[in-house]
């Protein structure tokens, strides 16, 4: 298992670094830099910020620099909010991208297992069409559309939550949760059911349910287990993807989180806050991977038994 | 058991959900109970440095926390004593002489001085600064080239504190908009001792803008930043007007989507909105009582045309494309009566000064020129391509223009979207034939709007050249007597380049609003200039909902 652990360390290290290579290369590589704007900017202007910001430097120059400050752990200034750093945006974003991240994936797990479960203990029936239909519409359904519905409905016309902001009313995370965590809601109910319909027709079900056990200790204490172990998988690229996904939610919500900047950067040529949020967030999806597969590893007696084996 | 837990759970999920509701009181409630204006600032603020900021909701900000030597009039803009309780303007016009008033002090409650200016517009003026907005300083003697590094001795730029309390700056000729410089955020004074606590006099990175360490000269304190989440401002202990400032504080959020936005007005999370969808207007203007505000601002949106490409070389060309356009209708349906038609560069009632019409929609014109410029009926015609910023908006007038052309004229136009960074990089390395443009003052004189077209200017990029305009708008408006002859002379000027045609015009800006019922001293004006120090609240005013 530590071995498994470490040689997958190993490999996320040369993933990171062409991560890194690539998206400094290629965002310097699109027209127009970070102090182009609509009014003309005076030459002598655009030196003397080139040279604040070492844009001035031979380009290799500016990788190994950057390199350099990436080695201990500084992301450089920003260049669209001079005076902040883009450690300092990336630890003011990050609570509230991952709280918001951690409220949606909850929401998701608690309402998709029920529905996968639910549907898997009676298949191709209507307590299987009906969460399942369902799910296949949060699937389709994008957050852009499902968040100003849901504020319209709950915001505007029952005036029960508020429809922006995060932790400055009561409530006000209510909302941006659900929305983000729907979709997920949706992918997490399909794949419970699918695992859940395998377990069920396993051989210690049939046993379990032939020693005259209630139907949900079936469920809860035997079947489950083993039912949810595709969910599991599903969970650290899931997280990831909430954390670099919820750009959307975000701006539908007003929400000071992580998504807004990235996008943003990318929009106004902020090259290190684009460095920073992609390098950041790519060593994160690798981490989050690593964790899912090692729980996964964990729940499924027979990779444990091959771990035990190789070990 | 099943059938139990099957109702319990969807049960439990609406008990959850229903606990954490009822809110009650809104924003708006609480804000005029205690006093503070909640205001959709539509955009995190890029900074708080007035040396080093550029953008629109930095200037909310920047001017709620800074003071100029003279503030705009909210409704008339004119200029008043700010930090300066008078001035005085020498017989030919190129030396003002500030008296900085005694009770003017920065927020730690020291006394303003005369060299904490020359001392800050060193900074701004500074090369290694690299301030945007250096030229805004330009009109003063000197300070260009101090820009350029052509000259290193700040001395010799025509700033001087004659005593604590008295200014002097002397320009290189008669400036009648300078007074209005002194209200932009470029010209205010940072308090020097702050920022070298920090770093460096020209550095741009330091954090002195933070709560807890900036040091400001306005009516408000900043009191908490949280990054894109919300900007709190509070009245300030010891600005020299204090008594005259009603609001005791203010909230900025920055709302970058403009339909949230909308919605948090109507939920009553905010008191007043930075702009207004689009297609919720028709909506607010039937209503009673409207929260909707709309007012001339001082912006034109046109088309900038490449005069070195074919066709549009040709100025029959640009011609009948301008003739050809209905200018009215494109502002009745496409934008909803939100813009007003614009038949040249300058905005109307620029402080006085009108533009001259020289043109209005004439179909038949239009193909005559046409015809002159040698594609009768657009036979021969070799193409023409419109490029924009991607945004909804624009791609709804350039398909207006394109099908207005193709009805009109029988050409064929292409229209294409480029990405912001990309269409600014194809602007400024004209590579276009015609290509999407908006031009927004920083101070209301014709002067902001006809330098563009000066030949080699910055931000001219239609290859448009022409040394009797340069001649008039460089050389003889700025030594004109008079406002009148100045006026008269910009109208020659005017006439001439909108003869030669080298953009097409379409329509002129308005500023929109959602504004609460319960705030007053928001007066429209054309910069959409809001001086929070005037606005009161007055609870217990309800906003109407519905529909006449």
């Excluded at chain 1, 957050?143 to 409905?153: A, D, E, I, Q, R």
């Amino acid at each position: 298992m530590v071995r498994f652990i470490l040689w997958r360390l190993l490999q996320a290290i040369p993933v990171i670094f062409v991560v890194i290579t690539a998206t400094f290369f290629l965002v310097r590589s699109a027209p127009g830099g970070p102090f182009d704007s609509e009014k003309a900017v005076l030459p002598e202007v655009k030196r003397a910020l080139e040279a604040q910001y070492k844009l001035d430097l031979p380009l290799h120059e500016q990788y190994v620099a950057y390199l350099g400050d990436l080695s201990s752990g500084d992301l450089g200034p920003s260049f669209k909010y001079p005076g902040r750093s883009v450690n300092e945006i990336l630890s003011s974003g990050l609570p509230v991208t991952a709280e918001l991240g951690l409220y949606a994936l909850t929401f998701a797990l608690f309402v998709g297992v029920l529905a996968g479960v639910f549907a898997a203990l009676k298949p191709n029936t209507r307590q299987d069409f009906i969460p399942m239909g369902m799910a296949m519409i949060g699937i389709c359904m994008p957050s852009f559309l499902l968040g100003p519905l849901l504020v319209l409905v709950f915001g505007i016309y029952l005036d029960w939550l508020p429809i922006a902001g995060w932790g400055d009313l009561p409530g006000d995370k209510i909302l941006p949760s659900i929305t983000l965590g729907s979709a997920y809601a949706a992918y997490i109910a399909r794949l419970s059911r699918a695992g859940m319909l395998e377990i069920l027709s396993q051989d210690y079900i049939r046993t379990a349910r032939a020693k005259g056990l209630p139907e949900w200790q079936v469920v809860t204490q035997h079947a489950l287990r083993g039912g949810l172990i595709p969910v599991i998988a599903f969970l650290g690229p899931a997280f990831a993807g909430l954390l670099a996904g919820s750009f959307v939610v975000e701006t539908i919500f007003q929400i000071p989180g992580l998504g807004r900047f990235y996008v943003q950067a990318a929009f106004n040529r902020d090259y290190t806050m684009i460095l920073g949020t992609t390098v950041f967030l790519s060593t994160l999806i690798v981490f989050f991977n690593l964790i899912s597969d090692v729980i996964a590893a964990w729940l499924n007696p027979r990779l444990r038994a091959q771990f035990k084996g190789g070990a | 058991m099943m059938r139990l837990f099957q109702s319990l759970v969807p049960a439990s999920v609406l008990v959850v959900l229903l606990t954490a509701c009822g809110s009650g009181e809104s924003n708006v409630e609480s804000g005029n109970r205690e006093g503070y204006l909640h205001y959709g600032n539509g955009a995190e603020p890029q900074g708080l440095d007035p040396q080093v900021v550029t953008g629109v909701p930095e200037n909310h900000i920047v001017r709620a926390l800074f003071e100029g030597l003279a503030v705009k009039n909210p409704k008339t803009l004119e200029p008043e004593p700010g930090v300066a309780e008078r001035w005085e303007i020498s017989e030919d016009g190129t030396v003002y002489t500030f008296y900085i008033n005694p009770k003017a002090k920065w927020s730690n409650g020291e006394a303003m001085t005369a060299s904490d200016y020359v001392w800050s517009w060193n900074r701004a003026l500074h090369p290694d600064t690299g301030s945007l907005y250096a030229y805004m300083l330009y009109p003063i003697i000197n300070s260009e080239a101090y820009s350029k590094r052509e000259i290193t001795d700040f001395n010799e730029v025509g700033v001087k504190a004659l005593d604590d309390q008295t200014l002097q700056v002397t320009l290189n000729a008669p400036t009648p908009y300078f007074l209005q410089l002194m209200d932009h955020y470029s010209s205010f004074a940072v308090h020097p001792e702050t920022l070298l606590k920090h770093g460096k006099m020209t550095d741009r990175f330091t954090p002195w803008t933070r709560v807890g360490s900036i040091v400001s000269n306005g009516p408000f304190t900043l009191e908490e930043w949280s990054l894109n989440r919300r900007i709190i401002i509070k009245k300030s202990e010891h600005y020299w007007d204090r008594d005259n400032v009603a609001l005791n504080g203010v909230y900025f959020y920055p709302t970058e989507n403009v339909v949230s936005e909308e919605r948090m007005f109507r939920a009553e999370q905010l008191h007043y909105t930075a702009v207004v969808p689009l297609d919720k207007i028709p909506d607010y203007r039937t209503r009673e009582n409207s929260p909707y505000v709309q007012s001339p601002y001082l912006g034109t949106y046109y088309y900038l045309v490449n005069t070195d490409r074919p066709p549009v070389d040709n100025v029959l060309v640009r011609q009948a494309l301008s003739y050809a356009l209905d200018r009215d209708k494109l502002t009745r349906t496409v934008l909803q009566d939100t813009a007003i038609a614009a038949y040249s560069i300058t905005p109307p009632d620029t402080l006085g000064y009108n533009p001259p019409k020289l043109f209005s929609y004439d179909p038949n014109k239009a193909r005559d020129l046409l015809a002159e410029a040698g594609y009768p009926n657009g036979e021969g015609w070799p193409g023409l391509e419109i490029i924009y910023n991607t945004q909804e908006a624009h791609r709804k007038i350039a398909v207006a223009v394109q099908q207005m052309w193709k009805k009109e004229l029988n050409i064929d136009i292409t229209i294409a979207n480029q990405e912001w960074k990309v269409y600014l990089n194809s602007v400024s390395q004209r590579e276009f034939q015609v290509a999407r443009r908006g031009w927004i003052g920083d101070y209301v004189d014709p002067n902001n709007f006809l330098d563009l077209f000066i030949t080699d200017g910055g931000n001219n990029n239609t290859g448009y050249a022409n040394d009797i305009y340069d001649e008039i708008i460089l050389e003889r408006a700025p030594k004109a007597k008079t406002r009148e002859a100045r006026y008269s002379l910009f109208t020659e000027a005017e006439t001439m380049m909108m003869n030669d045609m080298p953009i097409i015009p379409i329509y002129t800006y308005t500023s929109k609003h959602l504004i609460h019922p319960s705030v007053e001293g928001i007066y429209p004006n054309l910069m959409d200039s809001l001086n929070l120090k005037y606005v009161t609240l007055h609870p217990g005013r309800r906003l109407d909902t519905e529909s006449k």
